[in-house]
C-alpha cells in the first residue's frame, strides 16, 4: 500500500469534560463519511473513545497499553482493531493504562514509546486521531511527541476558556524540547449553547482575544443531547442520526478540518 500523507492530531485539552472524546469519535466517523481512512488512538484509561467505538474494553483484547509498556509485547499490528464502519480502525485503551503513567516515569525513551510504535502504521491513513486523558501526564506527553497537530475542543464555559493558556504553554514547552513539528490545527467551540448569556460572553472571548482569535474554527458544535445518547450505545452521532445537530456540527467540523490549510505554532499568540 502507498503510504499517505498522514495528519495525526492530538485532542487535547487538560480539563476533563470539554468534549475531548466526543468530537475524537465523532470527528474519526465524520471524516471516513468524506472518505478518508481514519485510526483512532485511545490513549484515556476511561476508555470513552473505545466504548463509544462500539467496542468493549477487554482484558484478552490487546490494547494501546501493550504497545507502549513492556518494551512493546505487542506489535502495532496486532493491536489495530476494525470497528463496524468501513475506513475507521481502533487502538483500543485499557483500565491498566492508569497504571502506565507512573511506569512510564522509569522508562527508557518514556517520551517516544507511542511514536515509536506507531511508526510501522502511520502511513496507511488519512488521518490518526489520539484522544487523551484529562490531565497533563506522560501519557499525554507521548501523543504530543507523535502529533503533528492538536485540536482543542473548548466548553463555552469561562472555567474551559481559562484552561486554555495552560494548555498553549505546554504546546509550547513540548515544542521547543521534545516535537518541533507540533502544530495547533485549531480551538473547537463544544455544547455551544447560544440561548445562554454565559455561550455567548466566552464566544466573544474566543473570536477577539489576541492569543486564540486566529484558532477559533468556524464551526462550533452545538449542545444536543443526542450526543450524548450516541454515546451511551457505541455509535458516533453521525452514523446514530445523521439529521441531528451533532452529526450536523460533526460533518460541518470535519469538512472545515479537510480545507484548513494552515497550522499555527502555540506561539503565534503572542505575536498577533
Ligand atoms: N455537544 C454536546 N452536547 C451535549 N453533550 C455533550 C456534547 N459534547 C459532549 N457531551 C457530553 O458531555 C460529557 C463530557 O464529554 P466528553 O467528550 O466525555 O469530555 P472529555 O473527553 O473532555 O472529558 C459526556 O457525557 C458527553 O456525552
Ligand atoms: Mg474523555
New binding site residues.
Given amino acids: 500500500m502507498a503510504k499517505k500523507k498522514t495528519r495525526a492530531i492530538a485532542v487535547a485539552?487538560e480539563k476533563?469534560?470539554?468534549?475531548?472524546?466526543?468530537?475524537v469519535i465523532n470527528l474519526a466517523a465524520a471524516l471516513t463519511m468524506a472518505n478518508q481512512s481514519v485510526l483512532v488512538v485511545d490513549m484515556d484509561p476511561q476508555a470513552?473513545a473505545t466504548r463509544g467505538l462500539g467496542i468493549l474494553p477487554d482484558d484478552e483484547l490487546p490494547s494501546v497499553y501493550d504497545l507502549i509498556m513492556n518494551n512493546g509485547r505487542k506489535a502495532v499490528e496486532e493491536t489495530v482493531l476494525s470497528t463496524q464502519w468501513d475506513g475507521l480502525h481502533l487502538i483500543p485503551s485499557h483500565v491498566d493504562l492508569s497504571g502506565a503513567e507512573v511506569e512510564l516515569v522509569e522508562a527508557e525513551g518514556r517520551e517516544n514509546r507511542l511514536k515509536d510504535a506507531l511508526a510501522p502504521v502511520a502511513g496507511n491513513y488519512d488521518f490518526i486521531l489520539m484522544d487523551t486523558p484529562?490531565s497533563l501526564s506522560l501519557l499525554t506527553v507521548n501523543v504530543f511527541s507523535f502529533a503533528s497537530e492538536v485540536l482543542v475542543?473548548c466548553q463555552t464555559h469561562p472555567y474551559a476558556f481559562g484552561a486554555l493558556a495552560e494548555l498553549f504553554d505546554t504546546v509550547d514547552a513540548v515544542r521547543e524540547e521534545i516535537n518541533p513539528g507540533l502544530y495547533i490545527t485549531g480551538i473547537v467551540p463544544?455544547?455551544v449553547d447560544l440561548r445562554t448569556r454565559v455561550a455567548n460572553v466566552v464566544m466573544d472571548q474566543l473570536k477577539t482575544d489576541i492569543r486564540y482569535r486566529k484558532l477559533v474554527f468556524d464551526t462550533a458544535?452545538?449542545?444536543?443531547?443526542t450526543?450524548?445518547e450516541s454515546?451511551e450505545v457505541g455509535k458516533p452521532v453521525v452514523f446514530y442520526r445523521r439529521s441531528s445537530y451533532?452529526a450536523i456540527d460533526y460533518n460541518r467540523l470535519a469538512d472545515e478540518l479537510l480545507t484548513r490549510k494552515h497550522a499555527w505554532p502555540a506561539s503565534i499568540r503572542l505575536k498577533a
Fill in positions: 485539552n476533563g469534560g470539554v468534549g475531548k472524546t466526543v468530537t470513552n484529562p475542543p463544544t455544547m458544535i452545538r449542545s444536543n443531547t450526543i450524548a454515546a451533532g
